[in-house]
């Protein structure tokens, strides 16, 4: 191997270490067990979408470490009403305008946030 190639392996290696360690780990969803499956099947969907999109937006600052474990609230539902989440905070205020998280990107989140296995589920 000459030395450039091993240069190039040693980054992507490197590099490939990095995304797996930080990569974020997905949540199940826990929907009531009552749902009918082509209701689910649509919720699935949503749901994996909030849960990209909160990763996005809003992990930053809500996710908590527990050593290598990253904890994601479980917000009360009350605590989960759309657009007054918006305007409940400073922070909120300035740092989630329309522009950057929609409206509807909102409302998928609040999916997300609602269905989102609890944290002291096992
Ligand atoms: C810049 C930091 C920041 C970002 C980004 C952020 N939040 Fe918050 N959020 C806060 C702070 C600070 C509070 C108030 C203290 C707390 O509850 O942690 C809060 C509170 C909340 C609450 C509780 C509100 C209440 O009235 O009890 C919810 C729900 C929430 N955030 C959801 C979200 C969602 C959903 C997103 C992404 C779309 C988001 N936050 C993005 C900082 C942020």
Same mark, same amino acid.
């Given at each position: 191997?000459?030395?450039?190639?091993?240069?190039?392996?040693?980054?992507?290696?490197?590099?490939?270490?990095?995304?797996?360690?930080?990569?974020?780990?997905?949540?199940?969803?826990?929907?009531?067990?009552?749902?009918?499956?082509?209701?689910?099947?649509?919720?699935? @969907?949503?749901?994996? &979408?909030? &849960?990209?999109?909160?990763?996005?937006?809003?992990?930053?600052?809500?996710? @908590?470490?527990?050593?290598?474990?990253? /904890?994601?609230?479980?917000?009360?539902?009350?605590?989960?009403?759309?657009?007054? /989440?918006?305007?409940?905070?400073?922070?909120?205020?300035?740092?989630?305008?329309?522009?950057?998280?929609?409206?509807?990107?909102?409302?998928?989140?609040?999916?997300?946030?609602?269905?989102?296995? @609890?944290?002291?589920?096992?």
């Amino acid at each position: 191997m000459n030395h450039s190639y091993k240069t190039i392996f040693i980054t992507l290696t490197t590099l490939l270490l990095i995304v797996a360690c930080t990569a974020q780990k997905y949540i199940e969803p826990d929907f009531p067990e009552a749902m009918l499956p082509h209701v689910k099947t649509e919720y699935v @969907k949503r749901y994996d &979408q909030g &849960q990209i999109l909160y990763n996005m937006s809003c992990a930053g600052c809500h996710n @908590k470490k527990d050593g290598r474990k990253i /904890i994601v609230p479980d917000f009360e539902p009350d605590q989960l009403r759309g657009y007054e /989440i918006r305007v409940s905070n400073a922070q909120h205020e300035q740092n989630m305008p329309d522009t950057l998280v929609t409206e509807e990107e909102l409302g998928i989140i609040m999916t997300f946030l609602s269905y989102k296995k @609890k944290n002291s589920a096992k």
